[in-house]
């Protein structure tokens, strides 16, 4: 599914004394199937756009394309929409209610009128995507799961609506690095499998500069920088204006090419950065 925004504004309490305008003239496109990386310092408007997106907020101004359709206009099926575009807020677990996981993942699709008969099949495709098992999990109380497969089981709730963009908003945040390593590695297969659209939304640079094709980025509602990982993260200083930081591995390796090391200006995987750095202490010993 493509994504079009054409010149996208937003304000909050417009003509109220405590007016504010999160979003302003921001324009962009996203292919079907891309992994785009959404960032910006806490206040840039991420998360108003995300749910422009989503059709959780209408823009101000400007218009919202999915495969050429204007979602911004009002006589639009927000449903529709929300089916197309799913959402996972930042901590989605704490939304999980129900009394078994299998009805909690079932709850988006029994809104969206799935037919019965076909409930039970979308929970269980859900649930395998994350990589959980339904025979075991499914009539379990999603209150005595851990926190990384609370997380999942949320994400599956959002995955059985079967939507053609899947938007997750700090989808890692709060969890302990093995959590962290399983949410990520989900959502790499789906992309990988699914052919699934999917927007990161996240302050870890080294998530963004891992896992996204494209990257954009917000800094006081305007949207100020857009590219790949090695054309966005190559820009330090521009990168650092928006009050963000480098990804650890390009952090490190700028700090050894101003000690003399010939290295790469972007490089995001350990593996590789040791490779050069072993080849370069080789050079340096001949």
């Known amino acids: 599914m493509r994504i079009e925004a054409k010149h996208l504004t937003y304000i909050y309490g ?16 996203i ?18 756009l995300v749910q422009i997106l ?6 101000t101004e400007g218009t919202i394309l999915l495969d050429g359709s204007d979602i911004s206009n009002r006589k639009v099926d927000l449903h529709r929409i929300r089916a197309q575009v799913g959402l996972v807020f930042q901590f989605p677990e704490q939304q999980l209610f129900a009394e078994t996981v299998a009805d909690d993942v079932a709850f988006g699709p029994k809104n969206l009128g799935v037919p019965k008969e076909e409930i039970g099949k979308r929970v269980d495709e ?57 949410i990520l590695a989900r959502i790499q ?22 896992l996204s094709q494209r990257i954009l980025i917000l800094k006081e509602g305007k949207l100020i920088l857009e590219g790949s990982p090695v054309e966005i993260f190559t820009r330090a200083q521009d990168v650092r204006s928006a009050g963000l930081d480098l990804p650890t591995l390009p952090r490190i390796l700028s700090d050894l090419r101003c000690r003399g090391f010939q290295l790469p200006t972007a490089i995001f995987e350990v593996g590789e950065a040791a490779r050069w750095i072993r080849k370069e202490l080789f050079r340096a010993a001949d």
């Open 31 to 48: 292919e079907s199937g891309e992994f785009i990386g959404l960032i910006g310092e806490t206040g840039s408007g991420k998360s108003t």
């Open 189 to 210: 297969l789906l992309h990988r499998v699914e052919k699934a659209t999917i927007i990161l939304v996240s302050h870890d640079m080294d998530e963004i500069a891992l």
């Open 54 to 59: 989503n059709g959780l907020l209408r823009p």
């Open 126 to 182: 859900a649930l395998l995507k994350v990589g959980l098992r339904p025979q075991s999990l499914r009539d379990r109380s999603p209150f005595t799961l851990s926190g990384g497969e609370k997380r999942l089981v949320s994400i599956a709730g959002v995955l059985a609506m079967r939507p053609k963009v899947l938007i997750l908003d700090e989808v890692t945040a709060g969890l302990d690095p093995k959590g962290k390593k399983e």
């Open 14 to 29: 417009p003509g109220l004394p405590w007016e504010k305008r999160a979003l302003s003239d921001v324009s962009f496109s």
